[in-house]
């Protein structure tokens, strides 16, 4: 009788989402304690160079410019080498690979917190990223690490008052426009986007293109002009282009978990899924893709007069709303799209950098206390006086 082959035990699968939620659950906060000490130790170069600023307010920004450029490249290792997203362009693709020297404004449609990144995304790759601001609500500042670097290198902070940001809106541009400092200025008209807790910017923005005599958009909320209109002035001199940007997420590196739709029309929050900036961290959640479509038109196609400035950023937004439904009902923007790689050759330099002014922070911290606290105190009362201070030459621009 054939001796029967006795079958080989059957070794146990592990579920991928249990395998990533281990991941997440160990590296993600191993990854986000070092990336905040890193952005901490940008802060103490940051804030070693605040006295060249009572000197010389171009060289200052030269300065905040390289830390912006070194830090980028660390995000940059976070958001597409370590995550994995595959970045698509498409439209005007000529503005990357090459070094670009004009200024800009750059806007975007706004569909959740990762569109942030996205900007950092696109300056990187035109060799613009040391020039990148943004606006920011104001209560970013306060945060230790990225909050208080944004502070350091004048991003543009709102308090959704438009009487106080206008101001401030003015002060910022117009002192980088008298000090000859290269400006790449970034901003969302739109204001904030939709997700289950905001639901009624929806009905409000549909109201407002009514009010206007348009109809509603279906896949954008409707762009406020004053901030838009007030940054074109200010820079108009300045800056020679108005970049388009119109983005969107698709799927997760995981299949396993629900997959990023961000191009389904906002009122069909059953199809949309958004990613958070948080979530590039996250082996699981990581978008899969991101598509980008490019339009650059030269600044003086944009009107002078707030009516005219209105009907053009109007356009745009119809413009970006017919792209993301084409997006949505094929999977892609109109026409051929490239991957356009950025260069990270660099990035363990970058790395090199913060980790050793980290970790020297950090010896500083443990070894001597009393030291160390103090001059932390001398350096709070520092940033107070270099406050007022920048406060003042700005206004004096």
């Known amino acids: 009788m054939p001796h029967s082959k006795v079958p080989e035990p059957v070794q146990p699968r592990i579920h991928p989402v249990l395998v990533h939620g281990l991941h997440d659950r160990v590296f993600v906060p191993v990854h986000s304690a070092l990336f905040f000490v890193l952005a901490l130790a940008m802060n103490v170069i940051q804030a070693l160079c605040l006295p060249v600023l009572m000197v010389s307010q171009h060289t200052y920004r030269q300065l905040m410019a390289f830390t912006v450029h070194s830090f980028a490249h660390v995000i940059q290792y976070y958001l597409e ?139 954008v909320l409707t762009p406020r002009i004053k901030g838009f209109h007030l940054t074109v002035q200010a820079v108009r001199d300045q800056a020679t282009h108005v970049i388009d940007l119109t983005i969107a997420f698709v799927g997760c590196r995981s299949p396993d978990v629900p997959q990023y739709c961000t191009s389904a029309p906002l009122r069909d929050q059953q199809a949309r899924e958004l990613p958070g900036a948080i979530d590039f961290l996250r082996r699981d959640r990581a978008p899969r893709e991101i598509h980008i479509y490019t339009e650059v038109f030269p600044i003086g196609d944009v009107p002078q007069e707030l009516e005219d400035v ?86 004096s621009q």
């Open 310 to 395: 209105e009907k053009w950023l109007f356009e745009r937004f119809r413009r970006k709303d017919e792209l993301l439904a084409h997006f949505h009902e094929h999977g892609a923007f109109p026409g051929q799209k490239q991957a356009i790689p950025w260069t990270s050759a660099t990035t363990p330099l970058h790395f090199g950098l913060f980790a050793s002014v980290g970790a020297c922070t950090l010896y500083g911290l443990l070894s001597l206390p009393g030291v160390y606290f103090a001059m932390a105190a001398v350096g709070i009362l520092g940033l107070g006086v270099m406050s007022a201070v920048s406060q003042r030459l700005a206004q």
């Open 81 to 219: 080498k370590r995550s994995g997203v595959q970045l698509w362009f498409y439209g005007s693709v000529d503005l990357f690979g090459k070094r670009v020297t004009e200024n800009a404004v750059l806007i975007s449609n706004h569909s959740s917190y990762a569109d942030w990144p996205v900007f950092f995304m696109v300056a990187i790759r035109a060799h613009t990223v040391r020039y990148l601001r943004i606006f920011i609500k104001d209560l970013a500042k306060f945060i230790p690490g990225f909050g208080w670097g944004s502070w350091f290198v004048e991003m543009i902070f709102l308090r959704r008052n438009f009487n106080h940001d206008s101001k401030r809106i003015s002060q910022v541009l117009h002192s980088f426009k008298s000090s000859g400092n290269s400006l790449w200025i970034a901003l969302f008209p739109e204001g904030t986007f939709v997700d289950d807790k905001n639901l009624n910017a929806i009905p409000d923005a549909e109201m407002f293109a009514q009010s206007k005599g348009l109809a509603p958009f279906r896949h």
